[in-house]
């Protein structure tokens, strides 16, 4: 089954649609007369966003079919070389931030972090929901052990079916003294509310939770864990957020992020138009620059970093 990008989804929030929010539970609102196969509602209650109606398996496995993440990588000229160094400048910071012990990163996709951790001599592991690597496990946290000096989720959490239990089962995986660091789209944030349903971060259906800074920040004590340092640029891809959105704009809604994956990492065979998109993104860059800067300087950031301490 192929899922499209364009009719995936819209935000919307009125009348009530029979579903709960994925993070606290309250009944949500939404329009059911949106034509599209899946949208995100707005919970009234604590202001995340829940993907609805829930994606079925089948829908969930053509989104993380081969194109997602192919072998032979997703971005040309270097880019998958520039996303692993990014990777491994956030495994020094997780590194230097957790107390001596192993390392859980859930959710950790190409293993970039896992092998950064273990050049810098950590014992670290992964969850992830398919690998063929020895350090990385498929099944949830629910399955593991306790004891970690440091629990990862980089962009995993909103990934996830219950993600405030997740985040519970996080918190008592923590040895004492351990760290957690969570690090999701801001559904609170200006690219968020500026782009509504074509904003990049939205990424349905794969993305099931859509949270706020206030919703973790209250989440994270209520689990016994003392919030540290909130990040607005640490989290990643803030200025690609806007330059996807600016670029969306204009006439056709042309895709940007589509456009700059390799033939075989794209969910659309269509590259019709594929240049004309790229000089967009050149011409727009220094406005995605500038909105970003103002964001992440107005703590409104499109993707966020929060990280956590357990108690001795
Ligand atoms: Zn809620």
């Known amino acids: 089954m192929s899922v499209r990008r364009e009719v995936a989804g819209a935000v919307v929030d009125s009348s009530h649609s029979g579903e709960r929010c994925l993070w606290c539970g309250a009944p949500l609102v939404s329009a059911d007369q949106v034509p599209r196969r899946h949208r995100v509602a707005r919970c009234p209650s604590c202001g995340a966003g829940t993907t609805v109606p829930s994606p079925t398996a089948d829908e969930l496995d053509a989104a993380y079919a081969k194109w997602y993440r192919p072998a032979c990588g997703r971005f040309p000229a270097g880019g998958d070389r520039l996303l692993r160094s990014l990777r491994g400048r956030i495994a020094r910071w997780v590194d230097a931030m957790s107390p001596p012990g192993p390392i859980l990163d859930v959710g950790s996709g190409d293993g970039a972090m896992l092998d950064a951790l273990h050049r810098r001599g950590r014992s670290a592991a992964g969850l992830e929901r398919e690998s063929n690597r020895p350090d990385v496990r ?24 219950a993600p405030r239990q997740a985040l519970a089962e996080a918190a008592q995986r923590l040895a004492p003294g351990g760290t957690l660091f969570v690090a999701v789209p801001n559904f609170s944030s200006l690219q968020a509310r500026a ?35 909130v990040s607005y640029l640490r989290g990643g891809q803030v200025a690609f957020g806007w330059l996807h959105g600016l670029v969306g704009l204009l006439p056709g809604h042309p895709d940007l992020y589509q456009s700059i994956r390799r033939p075989s990492a794209r969910e659309k065979e269509e590259s019709r138009g594929r240049w004309a998109t790229l000089l967009a993104a050149a011409l727009l860059s220094p406005v995605a620059l500038l909105a970003a800067g ?3 300087a107005w703590r409104r950031g499109g993707t966020v970093c929060v990280v956590a301490r357990r108690p001795q």
């Open 138 to 161: 498929s099944g949830s946290l629910a399955d593991c052990e306790g004891g970690w000096a440091a629990i990862v989720m980089w962009h995993s959490l909103e990934h996830l079916p």
């Open 195 to 229: 782009f509504g349903n074509r904003w990049l971060h939205l990424d349905l259906p794969r993305h099931l939770s859509h949270l706020t800074v206030a919703g973790l920040l209250t989440a994270l004590p209520a689990e016994g864990l003392v919030p540290i340092e």
């Open 294 to 296: 103002l964001e992440v």
